[in-house]
């Protein structure tokens, strides 16, 4: 196991957060209206967030374990180009109230804290996600890199 750096935790942190901030009640409805994150976002939404999420915790998993670069800058890549598309998603989704399944209207449906503990957690997601990709400096040998050749100076 390596230990990982400051973006990575931030990763790893918010990954989680927001799949258990998921499954917290995001809007107050009528009794019996869908209001958990996993039910009351749409498909498309779950998809994109959850995804994220998971795509986050496979980065941190293969950065701690010590998959070389170039293999996991596939899925780093995949996470940055997603991510900004999703939080955009996620935030017209909660700010234009979903009727909950059942036709309701924006004065029917109030949002609650965890829509926003969501919004926040998968906003750090995606910040982490491009900070994660931020160039440190070489590459070390133990992550893959390759010792440079010697040549003679001309």
Not at 82 to 97: D, N, S
Request: aromatic residues 6%; hydrophobic residues 60%.
């Amino acid at each position: 196991m390596r230990p990982l750096r400051a973006p990575d935790v931030v990763l790893l942190v918010s990954a989680i957060a927001l799949l258990v901030v998921l499954s917290l009640d995001w809007f107050a409805g009528p009794p019996g209206a869908s209001t958990t994150g996993w039910s009351s976002l749409g498909w498309l939404a779950v998809a994109l967030v959850a995804g994220c999420a998971l795509l986050g915790l496979v980065l941190v998993a293969m950065l701690a374990t010590g998959v070389c670069d170039r293999v996991n800058l596939h899925v780093a890549v995949a996470l940055a180009a997603l991510a900004p598309l999703a939080f955009i998603v996620l935030v017209l989704v909660v700010l234009l109230q979903p009727g909950l399944g059942l036709g309701l209207s924006n004065a029917a449906v109030e949002i609650r804290w965890p829509a926003c503990a969501g919004i926040v957690a998968f906003a750090a997601l995606t910040v982490a996600a491009w900070w994660s990709l931020h160039a440190d400096g070489p590459v070390p040998l133990d992550r893959g890199g390759v010792e440079p050749e010697l040549r003679p100076a001309p």
